[in-house]
């Protein structure tokens, strides 16, 4: 199984802002969609909370001690152990929150990051990256729109 970080930040690591995403840029989100149609996508109660029922046509586990009931459109797991021990011999994508990539970031098998040509202030961060640990396999800059930004594939090495 190849363990996937999936991400969107800032310049300055920032993710998110009172658990949302602080900006919106046309555009951004695309390689999110490409890549996760048909696929299990974990990620944290408050991540799926702001996203709700948007990620139709993916596996979605949530990673939550305070959900319980699970639903046609998720799964509900304590623990993010239990998340990937749900998941059989695939690309498995972590798409959030601060916690979950913070917790996730040593077993990350794969980056897919899209860094914004912006500062913007937030509250929840993305970890910092061991570029010692990683080297890039792709990227691809859009230089137009409302805030200019870079797509990168990060493999472990």
């Known amino acids: 199984m190849i363990i996937s970080h999936i991400v969107a930040i800032a310049k ?3 993710i998110g802002k009172d658990n949302d995403i602080p900006w919106r840029v046309p555009g951004e989100q695309l390689r999110f969609k ?11 109660r408050k991540t799926y909370e702001s996203l709700g029922n948007k990620l139709k046509g993916r596996n979605i586990i949530v990673v939550s001690n305070t959900m319980d009931d699970n639903s046609d459109l998720y799964k509900v797991v304590k623990s993010i152990h239990e998340a990937l021990e749900m998941v059989d011999g695939e690309e498995v994508f972590i798409a959030g929150g601060g916690q979950l990539y ?7 098998d794969r980056i897919y990051i899209t860094i ?19 080297h890039t396999t792709y990227k691809k800059h859009v230089p137009e729109g409302i805030i200019p930004y870079t797509y990168y594939t990060y493999e472990r090495k």
């Open 102 to 108: 913070k917790d996730t970031i040593d077993i990350a």
């Open 12 to 14: 300055n690591y920032v």
């Open 116 to 134: 914004l040509d912006e500062e913007i202030d937030g509250t929840i961060f993305y970890p910092k990256l061991d570029s010692n640990k990683y």
């Open 34 to 44: 490409e890549l996760t149609m048909g696929k299990t996508v974990i990620m944290g």
